[in-house]
């Protein structure tokens, strides 16, 4: 639709503005709004915006340590992508759409980060792959007062007839904004909730990740509720994953399908890849100090650096198709992921180091079925698993150890990344 006829349509539905929204180095959102008689002016040009937001840490203060914005001059283009603009179900005097930053002169923007995924799916496209991607979005709702919004039990019905309203909601919401949810329950934490959104192509899927936690805290706000994503809001309980499910397929053919031992040799590769990576692939999946706390064993949010077939404890865990469900079902999920990861970044690292498995043709590992947590040291060493890093120089150390990873990212924003750490 061109923008006339677009703007024509927003109107008559009652939207005021539009929303342009990306997401910073520490995952979270940052926006500009206009109004919506400015869009085909938007389009073309999009808004000024500093050179800056690359390098705001999560706290907003701004670190001039990485020397390509190094002062406060400077500025960028916001461009939203006019194809995925949707009035908001839960704040209808708004339309969202996700943005790209590019140059003032219109030319790509090297800390753009939605452009680094979609320059990773072109890189894919090149040697036949695409792939599918889908998040768990895992929170914690509080009332007003700060009492837990629901009491368990976990997985119960009981516990989400306390926030039903604000589960009706998000129901509504979501379908009326384009989201598809797999499935929400009542998680294992107190007051923690669970949205899986449904598998799809890469940009859209970090997209709508994006568009999901918008939608979900206008939820939450029309309900008098506080809603975290905190990757773990309380010490003594389970943490927020937002575990990140991909799988990556060739002329048709998913390359993670295989059986119940595990993927086929493509498949493997793509494991082995992402392992072979983790240290570093985890610094931009899971790359907050509330990410490194919530990285405990026993806690379903994979510590050490493994495999396993449907093993909890795994931050691969292989998810097998089956005649029942589909072969083509078959997928590897992360855990060790979060909100503090940017989504386009999680995305294209994820991709990147698991497919350049697949170039190599890598073997993976055996997988283990168990949690390496419970075992003693000598037994991690003997069969060869390590902790993933606990620490932000850890975490930094393995950043510059994994060449793929810079690729992917470029220079400049890999620098600016590190800094805003
Ligand atoms: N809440 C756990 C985490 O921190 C995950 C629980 C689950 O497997 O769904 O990732
Ligand atoms: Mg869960």
């Known amino acids: 639709m061109g923008t006339d006829a677009l703007l024509r349509e927003l109107t008559e539905a009652g939207v005021a503005g539009l929303t342009v929204s990306w997401a910073d180095n520490n995952g979270i959102p940052r926006s500009r709004t206009v109004p919506i008689s400015a869009l085909a002016q938007v389009a073309r040009t999009g808004i000024g915006v500093t050179t800056l937001f690359a390098v705001f840490d999560s706290s907003d203060a701004i670190t001039y340590a990485h020397p390509g914005l190094s002062t406060p001059s400077g500025d960028t283009r916001l461009v939203p992508d006019t194809d995925r603009i949707t009035q908001l179900a839960g704040q209808p005097a708004l339309a969202w759409a996700p943005g790209n930053l590019v140059s003032a002169d ?3 923007w090297p800390y753009d980060q939605r452009g680094v995924l979609q320059r990773q799916v072109a890189a894919l496209a090149e040697k036949g792959l695409t792939a599918l991607a889908g998040w768990e979005l895992e929170f914690t709702l509080h009332r007003a007062d700060g009492a837990p919004a629901h009491h368990g ?9 306390e926030v039903d309203e604000f589960v009706a909601s998000v129901l509504r919401d979501f379908a009326a904004n384009g989201l598809s949810i797999h499935q929400l329950h009542a998680e294992y934490g107190p007051a923690q909730v669970e949205i899986a959104l449904a598998a799809t192509d890469p940009v859209s899927a970090a997209d709508q990740q994006l568009l999901a ?3 979900l805290r206008a939820a939450a706000r029309t309900h008098g509720l506080t809603i975290s994503f905190a990757p773990l809001p309380s010490t ?6 937002w575990h990140l499910h991909t799988s990556l397929w060739r002329g048709g053919q998913n390359l993670l399908a295989g059986g119940p031992e595990g993927p086929g040799a493509d498949g493997l590769a793509y494991v082995a890849g992402l392992l072979r990576d983790l240290p570093g692939v985890a610094a931009i999946t899971a790359p907050s100090l509330g990410s490194l706390a919530r990285l405990r ?3 379903f949010a994979g510590a050490y650096a493994f495999w396993g077939v449907q093993n909890r404890e795994a931050p691969l865990r292989y998810v097998p198709g089956t005649a029942f469900l589909g072969e083509d079902r078959a997928n590897l999920e992360l855990k060790a992921s979060d909100a503090s990861a940017n989504p386009y970044l999680a995305l294209a690292v994820v991709l990147a180091c698991g497919a350049a ?6 073997t ?3 997988a283990f079925g168990s949690d390496p947590g419970t075992w003693d040291d000598d037994e991690r ?6 902790a993933l890093p606990g620490t932000p120089d850890e975490q930094d150390a393995a950043l510059a150890a994994t060449p793929r990873i810079g690729d992917v990212l470029g220079a400049e924003l890999l620098g600016a990344f590190r800094a805003v750490r």
Request: zero cysteines.
């Open 297 to 299: 064993p026993g806690f």
């Open 381 to 386: 060493a003997t069969r060869g698993v390590v």
């Open 236 to 241: 003594s309980h389970a943490g927020n994953g």
């Open 153 to 161: 039990p976990a997985y119960g019905p009981a516990a989400l007839t």
């Open 364 to 366: 993976a590992p055996p």
């Open 357 to 362: 498995g697949v170039a190599e043709g890598l």
């Open 213 to 215: 936690r918008q939608t």
């Open 106 to 108: 219109g030319t790509p």
